[in-house]
């Protein structure tokens, strides 16, 4: 349903001009107390959801675990690693998940400038025209007007429809959370970003070291072969020793490109990180290196701090309050729509059907062709058949999903925590005893040769202990690296690492300016004003002001 009255004018007297000015005045009273008014605001204020928080890591009583606060922000320096650092700081610049996750918040922030202009007059428009018109002959014309004549008018239109329930600022309120949320997406984003790019620096130092273990082998286990063909051409030893000796050596080198072809696509990865072709990695990473070694204390904080410093769990946060904004977007569906309408032009017609004849196009600038109209409309959807109700349901339903969605997302934080918080400690218990394995099995091997030598032992005995210290060395390796794969996971999993792009662009110079060439971006390019502190709470209902200053 929709109630328009209006005031209109055109051609007025004095008399009438004055009682139409009167009335305009009046309506602009009204209009100023609707805004004074505007203050209400259906639909919930957000309210940070609750989420069950342990007090303290069940690892807390081990001394590598410290719970005192640490800093996270550039945590892979506790490698002392160089190469590693410099790998992070490309990928930072140049991962192109990133800079699309900067992209995103372009976007939002753009999104945020179209609900901020709908505060105000949400049609404007200019228009203008000339016509010529022929008026039938079959037609009455009691006022035996000329049938042809021009018409010529210019003139500006304008609706405003009133913030009255806080539709736009529930709207604005969505869009500024959902660019908070942008901002915490890409903060996550950083952070699962520096820790894969450790994980795989770890892990192709890793396959560096089992490659080294299993030439290293070959080349014992070529000394043993000698060994048997020596014995055997001398008599001593039979067939069987040479075969043996042949197949462990044959099955030890065939390890070997197994791992170079595992170490090439690792290192394949580690490119697509960085945002470079693959051919340009190892000029990165140098020749082998040894596996980085995890300090031997860890501080990690209170679970409580999860709440604040994973971006991860912002993010579902403020899902959660653009969301909630959107039940009172679709709430104010329900109520009615209060506008301000108008128009004011100028409008001649020229009455001697000649073209020629510019007299009365001239009178189009003159003051007794002033036309206008304006006045409050209402619109309220009666009978809407439970459309609106319902999509006021379907709003709220999505909101606690997305409550239950950060409620979980911080029970995973804490799973994640602890999941990496044992693999690091237990893994480093696995090593040290694995390492007293590949000693003694060193030193079985030295035995069992000797012994074959002077004839007491069989060369089974030889391969057996062989195999075994082939199989313990590559597997200590394999811990070894697991140690520092652990310890990235558990800073990931604490949320550390996003802090790198504070005091920078979410987006590369060279990027902004293509941007800019395409397109008029404004004072939006770069994006000066961003929030600063994307750990702050999301905005609530009365922390809106009633007009925001628009982006033009």
């Not at 991962?95 to 918040?105: S, T, V, Y």
């Not at 769990?313 to 009172?328: N, P, T, V």
């Not at 032009?345 to 600038?365: H, M, P, T």
């Not at 239950?404 to 237990?426: H, I, K, P, S, W």
Request: with cysteine; proline share 4%; aromatic share 8%.
């Amino acid at each position: 349903m929709s109630v328009m009255p209006f005031l209109r004018c055109h051609h007025l007297a004095a008399s009438d001009r004055s009682r139409a000015q009167r009335l305009a005045f009046v309506l602009v009273v009204l209009f100023t107390l609707a805004l004074l008014v505007s203050g209400c605001m259906v639909g919930p204020d957000f309210v940070k959801p609750d989420a069950e928080v342990e007090p303290g890591w069940i690892e807390k009583e081990d001394s590598r675990i410290k719970s005192e606060p640490g800093d996270l922000s550039d945590w892979w320096t506790v490698f002392n690693d160089p190469a590693l650092d410099n790998l992070i700081e490309t990928a930072y610049h140049q991962n192109l998940d990133l800079q699309i996750a900067g992209l995103r918040i372009l976007e939002a922030r753009a999104q945020l400038g179209v609900a901020v202009g709908l505060q105000y007059p949400q049609t404007q428009e200019v228009k203008g025209g000339a016509s010529a018109n022929q008026l039938s002959e079959n037609t009455a014309n009691e006022a035996r007007s000329d049938r042809f004549f021009y018409d010529y008018q210019i003139g500006f239109d304008a609706a405003w429809e009133l913030d009255f329930w806080g539709r736009f600022r529930r709207g604005v309120e969505s869009a500024s959370a959902s660019l908070y949320a942008n901002m915490a997406n890409y903060d996550d984003i950083l952070v699962s970003l520096t820790a894969e790019v450790a994980r795989t620096y770890v892990v192709i130092r890793t396959y560096e070291k089992r490659l080294e273990v299993a030439r290293e082998n070959v080349r014992l286990q070529k000394e043993s072969l000698r060994l048997a063909e020596l014995r055997f051409k001398e008599g001593v030893a039979t067939k069987l020793d040479v075969t043996q000796a042949r197949a462990l050596l044959k099955q030890t080198e065939a390890l070997i490109p197994r791992l170079e072809n595992s170490l090439r696509q690792a290192k394949n990865g580690l490119a697509i990180l960085l945002g470079i072709l693959p051919a340009e990695v190892q000029g990165m990473l140098g020749g082998p290196r040894s596996i980085p070694i995890a300090p031997a204390q860890v501080a990690v904080g209170i679970p409580a701090e999860l709440l604040r410093r994973r971006p991860d769990i912002r993010l579902a946060e403020f899902q959660a309050a653009a969301q909630s904004a959107r039940i009172g977007v679709a709430k104010s569906d329900l109520y009615p729509r209060f506008s301000l309408v108008g128009s004011i032009g100028l409008q001649s017609s020229d009455k001697g059907g000649v073209l020629a004849n510019n007299a009365n196009f001239s009178d189009l600038f003159s003051s007794d062709s002033i036309t206008y109209f304006v006045g409050p409309t209402l619109q309220w959807p009666i009978l809407n058949y439970g459309r609106l109700k319902n999509n006021v349901r379907v709003q709220d339903a999505r909101f606690q999903q997305l409550v239950v969605n950060y409620q979980n997302t911080v029970l995973q934080a804490a799973q994640e925590v602890e999941d990496a918080m044992v693999g690091f400690l237990r893994t480093q218990e696995e090593t040290k005893l694995l390492s007293e394995s590949v000693e003694n099995y060193r030193l079985s091997v030295d035995i069992s040769l000797i012994q074959y030598r002077e004839g007491e032992v069989s060369y089974q005995r030889v391969v057996d202990t062989q195999r075994f210290l082939t199989q313990q060395e590559d597997n200590l390796a394999s811990t070894t690296g697991s140690i520092a794969i652990n310890l990235i996971a558990m800073y990931k999993a604490l949320g550390g690492g996003w802090e790198l792009r504070l005091g920078k662009n979410f987006i590369p110079a060279k990027t902004m300016e293509e941007m800019r060439q395409r397109t008029d971006w404004g004072n939006l390019l770069p994006p000066e004003d961003l929030p600063k502190d994307t750990e702050k709470e999301p905005h609530t209902g009365q922390a809106i002001p009633v007009f925001h200053k628009p982006d033009f």
